[in-house]
């Protein structure tokens, strides 16, 4: 079940249809057991207090969501500044490890780009596979020129791979960065303590109004998982600076 959180359109679907079902199995019980008068003040306060701490819920984790999406925008511009530099830097090296260097990069570059756009598991495997394929052989060329002439020249060089190296996997540990499952578990639970009390404190059971709750509820959490979606998400980073990058390089 947990796995369903990072499928948003299987969130709104699940959401929606749980909590439209509390809200009315809370009407149901509501009918039977009717508040009294004197008791229903008292019932108003939990509830409001119970949405009221759902609202900040949800909230918080929309902020969550939001952090770790500008998290994602912030390293792709990082990675392509440092691939960018490396590139300039690459006229540090003895001409045959230049050449070889700057159509490494950008063989690199479209490979990140890809990481970016697609979708497809089995693509993105192949996507790994050959970049670290292609990092390995950067190194490589880097390396070996630093380690025949160890200047502070050709330092400069391998610092930038370095950076190049870095940026990758700080960008692949920020799309693993997602909302805690137990934390979506926990604003489920009390989504669903706030929409059955919606139910029970109703006076009349009316379908079309017990729907509106669990719908912005659902949507609310629709949004959130969107965003914290990097790959199955509509609302997804766009490598921008890399692909501006690519133009140049050609």
Do not use: C
């Not at 001409?95 to 260097?101: I, K, S």
């Amino acid at each position: 079940m947990m796995l369903l959180f990072r499928y948003p359109r299987l969130v709104f679907l699940f959401s929606f249809l749980l909590l439209w079902l509390a809200a009315w199995i809370g009407g149901r019980m509501g009918r039977k057991a009717k508040l009294e008068e004197e008791s229903r003040a008292d019932f108003g306060v939990v509830q409001g207090a119970t949405l009221t701490l759902l609202g900040l819920i949800i909230g918080f984790s929309f902020s969550m969501a939001i952090g770790r999406y500008d998290q994602r925008k912030i390293y792709e511009e990082a990675e392509a500044n440092a691939i960018g530099t490396e590139y300039v830097r690459a006229d540090l090296l003895p001409a045959p490890e230049a050449v070889r260097v700057r159509e490494l990069l950008r063989r690199y570059t479209d490979l990140r780009i890809a990481f970016y756009e697609t979708r497809d598991r089995d693509e993105l495997k192949k996507i790994d596979t050959d970049t670290a394929a292609v990092q390995g052989e950067l190194w490589a060329a880097v390396a070996h020129s630093a380690v025949a002439q160890p200047t502070p020249v050709l330092a400069l060089a391998a610092g930038g791979m370095n950076d190049v190296l870095n940026s990758q996997g700080y960008t692949q540990a920020a799309w693993w960065n997602r909302i805690p499952e137990g934390a979506w578990g926990l604003m489920f639970l009390i989504a669903l303590f706030a929409n059955w009390m919606l139910g029970y404190g109703a006076r009349q059971m009316q379908t079309k109004l017990l729907i509106v709750l669990p719908l912005v509820v659902s949507i609310s959490f629709f949004l959130i998982s969107d965003i914290d979606s990097p790959r199955r998400g509509m609302i997804r980073v766009h490598p921008q600076n890399l692909e501006s990058l690519r133009d140049s390089l050609r």
